[in-house]
């Protein structure tokens, strides 16, 4: 494997490391008798330590190692986990990340000088002299456990017995040649030696044979060569030679069989203690492996060899993934959303050939297009991701910030396993920092005050993900002192937003604060209150197809729900006509369809016109109005499109409905500019534009700014 290519695995797998060790920490802070988190932990520095000398940065993995002693003395219960443990351990944490992120930029060497003094910090905990851990050698290990096997592009797997005759050397034969034959044809993974049959000393009998092997072997050669090292020793009964296949149970070089089996049973499988030894064991009141290490049955470095593989065991199988660059995914993707447009083009071309052409083409027209949007659906896929990681930073965050303002906090995650488009995920995390940033600034009050309200001191910050209706929801609560509508209210009067006699809805109050400038706060700290961030943190969601909306109860806390689309490239339209332009309205938003007829229609003084929906009305937006398209004269009777704009129901009137298609949408600020009212542009199938209609900007468009005309084309 190429040296670049290594570094790349490298530093993804040191990014889902540290990853790991923060979200563990945070939670040891909460449950620091928490055992399994603990070893997760010790593993993260455990693989940190070894991957790290692997790729020749060696002050990294000294340091890996040094976390690593200190995590051993706390599993041990020789160290106890406090608040400022976690702390220091979460700063061995920052520096470590800085360094791997500064080497993935070219600059190895960048902010190493700070990894003496943190490495003396740590001594210091370890209750060690610097002197002595400079000086220390450090043992090799002799076990017969193989570490990380070494990787070859191709092979099987076999496991081969070997119980020989006691008498073998007397007949002149010598099982260590056999081995040595096996090294001249394959890689040999582990040799495990069976000593239990050794009677005691003074009984022995050099000349005898007592014992057996266990062999892992890897090798691209036909199962027939190997079998043939043994053709000799095979013909004599007495000698006992069995080879099987196992390739079936590796993945990545790793045995999956590990990951299932107690570790008591992986122990006597390799001979390392007897099932006698492991009864006693489980009749204490201990761990397994923490019983056998007092009793001096195994030592530190099998148990710890045996945890390391059987981890990387179940991690192969809970996800066996190839890594794939995100810039191919990208490529992949706009490839896919070529392909759409394409496969509409040849639909639009089919549609105007003659019929019995048509016929000649059977179905394969619509199974093209089925494949396409398959594949299509698939790359998607892969373009999403889980919304874990970016939900796991805002508890470190949230910890900081609350020590600092000497507050109590406490972040709940849920629904981490939710997907969203990769593009989705880049973009959320400054809004949903700047909220929970609020939440924690003006949400969460101090410990005394919660107890005055006879709440617990710690506050509850509740960060949840889910998926309905073809779209993301994203929930942030707090149950802190919640939002004082009516201060919002007063300082909405202050800036002349509403009269004095205005009574506002709370739903209708709470908008006020998207507004740049708007602030109810009585002081300004680091964090916020300078009221920039809302407005910004609306527009942001806005542009990647999203909402947002605020739901409070003074004294009881305040909740922000963001939906957002599942992806942002690809969405199923419907194409209407209006005037001579063609737009484009996601039918996701899409209620229903109507004729637009004068007796389903009213006119309110000052409000504009309203349609007839079932037993209701809903506002009418005339498309060739709020856009400022010239309408068409035609004897065709208008439709209207009713929409769901998140706000309100609306109804779209157009001049014609011309078809439904998936449709690939384009950025226009990128190329243009933002036009309120439009999410982007799609290439029509005859290669014409479209603009794809964005229906809440409609809406904000029509009350927001008094139905100002924006010309768009």
């Known amino acids: 494997m190429e040296q670049d290519e290594l570094l790349q695995i490298y530093f993804s797998e040191a990014e889902e490391l540290l990853q790991t060790m923060e979200h563990s920490l945070m939670t040891l802070e909460s449950e620091p008798q928490n055992e399994s988190v603990i070893n997760e932990v010790f593993r993260a520095m455990h693989t940190m330590k070894s991957s790290s000398a692997m790729v020749g940065f060696t002050q990294l993995s000294e340091h890996a190692h040094l976390l690593e002693n200190l995590m051993e003395r706390i599993r041990s219960k020789q160290v106890s986990i406090t608040q400022n443990l976690v702390s220091f351990l979460l700063e061995n944490h920052d520096l470590i990340k800085s360094a791997v992120e500064n080497a993935a930029q070219g600059?190895?060497?960048?902010g190493l000088d700070?990894?003496?003094?943190?490495?003396?910090?740590?001594?210091?905990?370890?209750?060690?002299?610097?002197e002595q851990e400079e000086g220390r050698v450090t043992a090799p290990i002799t076990t017969s456990i193989s570490s990380v096997p070494k990787k070859s592009s191709k092979g099987s797997y076999y496991e081969i017995n070997m119980r020989f005759r006691k008498d073998i050397f007397q007949i002149g034969q010598d099982p260590l040649m056999l081995l040595y034959e096996l090294g001249d044809?394959?890689?040999?993974?582990?040799?495990?030696?069976?000593?239990?049959?050794?009677?005691?000393?003074?009984?022995?009998?050099?000349?005898?044979?007592?014992?057996?092997?266990?062999?892992?072997?890897?090798?691209?050669?036909p199962?027939?060569?190997?079998?043939?090292?043994?053709?000799?020793?095979?013909?004599?009964?007495?000698?006992?030679?069995?080879?099987?296949?196992?390739?079936?149970?590796?993945?990545?070089?790793?045995?999956?069989?590990?990951?299932?089996?107690?570790?008591?049973?992986?122990?006597?499988?390799?001979?390392?203690?007897?099932?006698?030894?492991i009864q006693e064991a489980l009749t204490q009141q201990k761990r397994v492996g923490e019983a056998l290490l007092e009793k001096g049955k195994i030592s530190p470095d099998e148990l710890d060899k045996i945890v390391d593989l059987q981890e990387k065991s179940r991690t192969v199988l809970r996800k066996s993934t190839v890594r794939v660059d995100t810039d191919k995914l990208d490529q992949l993707a706009n490839m896919v959303e070529e392909m759409t447009i394409q496969l509409a083009r040849i639909s639009a071309i089919l549609g105007d050939l003659p019929p019995d052409v048509t016929r000649k083409l059977g179905s394969e027209p619509d199974s093209l297009n089925r494949i396409g949007r398959e594949v299509q659906e698939q790359v998607m896929r892969l373009r999403m991701f889980p919304i874990e990681g970016t939900f796991q930073r805002f508890q470190r965050m949230a910890r900081d910030l609350a020590r600092e303002q000497h507050k109590q906090i406490?972040?709940?995650?849920?629904?981490?396993?939710?997907?969203?488009?990769?593009?989705?995920?880049?973009?959320?995390?400054?809004?949903?920092?700047?909220?929970?940033?609020?939440?924690?600034?003006?949400?969460?009050?101090?410990?005394?005050?919660?107890?005055?309200?006879?709440?617990?001191?710690?506050?509850?910050?509740?960060?949840?993900?889910?998926?309905?209706?073809?779209?993301?929801?994203?929930?942030?609560?707090?149950?802190?002192?919640?939002?004082?509508?009516?201060?919002?209210?007063?300082?909405?009067?202050?800036?002349?937003?509403?009269?004095?006699?205005?009574?506002?809805?709370?739903?209708?109050?709470?908008?006020?604060?998207?507004?740049?400038?708007?602030?109810?706060?009585k002081k300004v700290s680091s964090i916020s209150g300078r009221g920039v961030g809302m407005?910004?943190?609306?527009?942001?969601?806005?542009?990647?197809?999203?909402?947002?909306?605020?739901?409070?109860?003074?004294?009881?806390?305040?909740?922000?729900?963001?939906?957002?689309?599942?992806?942002?490239?690809?969405?199923?339209?419907?194409?209407?006509?209006?005037?001579?332009?063609?737009?484009?309205?996601?039918?996701?938003?899409v209620l229903s369809t109507a004729a637009l007829k004068e007796g389903n229609l009213k006119t309110i003084e000052g409000k504009g016109e309203v349609v007839r929906l079932g037993d209701s009305y809903v506002p009418l937006i005339h498309l060739d109005r709020i856009l400022g398209i010239e309408r068409r004269q035609t004897d065709t009777e208008p439709l209207v499109v009713f929409v769901s704009s998140e706000k309100r129901i609306l109804g779209l009137g157009v001049d014609e409905i011309l078809d439904h298609q998936q449709v690939v949408i384009k950025n226009l600020e990128k190329n243009f500019r933002k036009i309120s009212g439009i999410a982007g542009g799609a290439i029509m199938p005859d290669g014409s534009v479209a603009l794809v209609l964005d229906v809440y900007g409609l809406d904000h468009l029509f009350f927001g700014r008094n139905r100002v005309h924006e010309l768009v084309h």
């Open 107 to 110: 600059k190895p060497d960048v």
């Open 535 to 589: 407005d910004v943190v609306q527009n942001n969601i806005q542009q990647l197809g999203g909402t947002i909306a605020i739901f409070s109860e003074k004294g009881k806390g305040t909740t922000f729900v963001i939906k957002l689309p599942l992806t942002l490239a690809v969405i199923d339209g419907m194409y209407v006509g209006v005037g001579a332009d063609i737009f484009v309205i996601p039918l996701l938003t």
């Open 410 to 521: 406490k972040v709940v995650l849920g629904g981490g396993d939710t997907e969203l488009d990769k593009d989705v995920i880049e973009h959320i995390n400054d809004p949903l920092t700047h909220i929970i940033r609020n939440c924690i600034d003006h949400g969460i009050e101090a410990p005394d005050e919660r107890k005055q309200s006879g709440k617990s001191p710690e506050g509850i910050i509740n960060l949840n993900a889910y998926q309905q209706e073809g779209k993301i929801y994203i929930e942030i609560s707090d149950d802190g002192r919640g939002i004082d509508a009516e201060a919002v209210r007063q300082k909405a009067i202050e800036r002349g937003l509403i009269k004095e006699s205005d009574q506002p809805s709370p739903e209708e109050i709470y908008k006020f604060l998207f507004i740049p400038g708007f602030s109810t706060a």
């Open 223 to 277: 199962l027939a060569t190997i079998e043939k090292v043994f053709v000799f020793v095979q013909e004599d009964e007495l000698n006992q030679i069995s080879i099987r296949d196992v390739s079936s149970h590796f993945r990545d070089g790793v045995d999956t069989r590990m990951a299932n089996k107690p570790l008591g049973e992986i122990l006597i499988d390799q001979k390392l203690v007897s099932e006698q030894e």
């Open 185 to 221: 044809l394959a890689e040999i993974i582990s040799v495990e030696t069976d000593l239990s049959s050794l009677p005691p000393f003074l009984e022995m009998d050099p000349y005898q044979l007592y014992l057996t092997w266990r062999l892992l072997i890897k090798t691209d050669r």
């Open 114 to 130: 700070a990894f003496p003094a943190m490495a003396e910090k740590v001594r210091r905990f370890l209750g060690l002299a610097a």
